[in-house]
């Protein structure tokens, strides 16, 4: 059958290059569009390391701090390392709760003393146990090191072979914010897509007295601090926000003059992109979200389909003779349009397939427009079988589109006036 479906194709593109030419490009651009949609919120959504649990996360990390006798009076912002250990800590539903808390820092090696800026996480040993980190050298710190507040620091490959030349650097020395650290492990380099693994070096939040709320602000509720947790199944998601509103009134009635609300609360990786990573807000706008997205890919597919319509009726006006002799011989208006349909697919899949190797080519000289500069990708973001399977949704809509109508009308064509190639 596929060897059939070859030879037709072969054909047909001999038959008339141009006009296949021309179809081919339609179809490849149209894809082309479509698929550059669907691989930008694939790399955000697809799991990969160390974000291999993606599916199972939930986010928070927009948190409001306000005055019980004054609503008015409110912080939006993270939250304090209070919240984080109080409230968060002593869920019982999630596997696994982090805090954390992003920063840029200086980082130097003691003979150096270059002083570049990285990216910092503060962070705790649970951390780890939510995100794939491969570590290429060490250990992760643990829950005594973050406890006793020790200075200790996870690196990337990057940022080692940068500082000392090579990956095997656990026991280093380096400064940090011009306060020594060591070296207790070395970790393979994180995409930048990985929006909450990403790092340069990860730093135990204890060791830094800056990651500690003033008591006095805000009874110590506000601060820089997100929290990652790790659900047992997707079905525990309702269970886990349910125990987060509880715990949080809990917390409140421990405070004096303030408390903290979370607004949507524990915001899924779906919730985050529909969102464009914007946790304060009160409801998620699903539906908005993909009328636009299914809207914008219509429109995407239907001007090249339109276009490519109107090139296979000419082409097929010029076929009407051979349509009139299969209908003489017996050939049914159905037979008529399933191979309109057929030969139209055939065209659209080799249009399809350009499609898709050219939307990675995009992306991969765009990637700057739609993530953080620098990123890189790798096989595992952009090859998965999901894109082929849309690919081929998407050109059996395309097919349909362009070759629906064609199809109808040469079922239609009368014998005697296709014999005589008239209308």
Not at 359 to 369: F, P
């Amino acid at each position: 059958m596929l060897r059939i479906y070859l030879k037709q194709a072969w054909s047909l593109l001999k038959e008339n290059p141009l006009v296949s030419g021309l179809s081919i490009a339609g179809t490849a651009l149209a894809i082309t569009a479509v698929m550059m949609i669907i691989l930008v919120i694939q790399v955000r959504l697809a799991e990969y390391a160390p974000e291999t649990e993606r599916g199972r996360m939930l986010h928070i990390i927009a948190t409001r701090s306000f005055m019980k006798s004054n609503d008015g009076n409110w912080n939006n912002g993270g939250m304090g390392k209070r919240v984080v250990r109080e409230l968060f800590y002593n869920l019982k539903t999630p596997q696994e709760v982090s805090g954390y808390a992003r920063s840029t820092v200086s980082v130097s090696s003691v003979a150096k003393r270059t002083f570049t800026k990285y990216r910092a996480t503060y962070t705790d040993d649970r951390f780890w146990k939510i995100f794939d980190y491969t570590f290429l050298d060490g250990t992760p710190f643990t829950y005594e090191d973050n406890e006793s507040g020790i200075r200790k620091a996870v690196i990337s490959e990057k940022l080692a072979r940068r500082l000392f030349g090579k990956t095997e650097a656990k026991g280093q020395p380096l400064l940090i914010n011009r306060t020594e650290y060591t070296v207790c492990g070395v970790v393979k380099n994180v995409p930048r897509t990985a929006r909450y693994a990403y790092s340069d070096v990860w730093l135990p939040y204890n060791s830094s007295a800056g990651m500690e709320t003033a008591a006095n602000v805000y009874e110590g509720l506000v601060g820089s601090f997100n929290v990652v947790m790790l659900a047992y199944r997707t079905d525990d998601f309702t269970a886990v926000r349910a125990e987060v509103e509880q715990a949080t009134k809990q917390l409140n009635a421990n405070t004096s003059e303030y408390g903290v609300s979370f607004f949507n609360g524990p915001m899924s990786n779906l919730d985050m992109v529909v969102t464009n990573n914007n946790g304060f807000i009160n409801e998620i706008p699903y539906g908005n979200w993909f009328l636009r997205q299914g809207s914008f890919v219509f429109f995407l597919l239907l001007l090249p389909a339109l276009n490519m319509v109107g090139i296979t009726l000419t082409n097929f006006r010029k076929r009407r003779a051979e349509i009139g002799v299969r209908k003489a011989f017996g050939a049914t208006t159905g037979n008529v349009f399933r191979q309109v349909i057929d030969e139209n697919l055939i065209i659209t899949f080799i249009g399809g397939i350009f499609g898709l190797v050219l939307s990675i080519g995009v992306l991969l000289l765009t990637r700057d427009i739609f993530f953080p500069s620098g990123t890189e990708f790798n096989v595992e973001m952009l090859i998965r079988p999901e894109t082929f399977l849309i690919t081929l949704l998407f050109i059996f809509l395309l097919n349909l589109l362009c070759a629906g109508i064609p199809a109808w009308r040469a079922g239609k064509y009368n014998i005697v006036k296709s014999l005589n190639n008239q209308e």
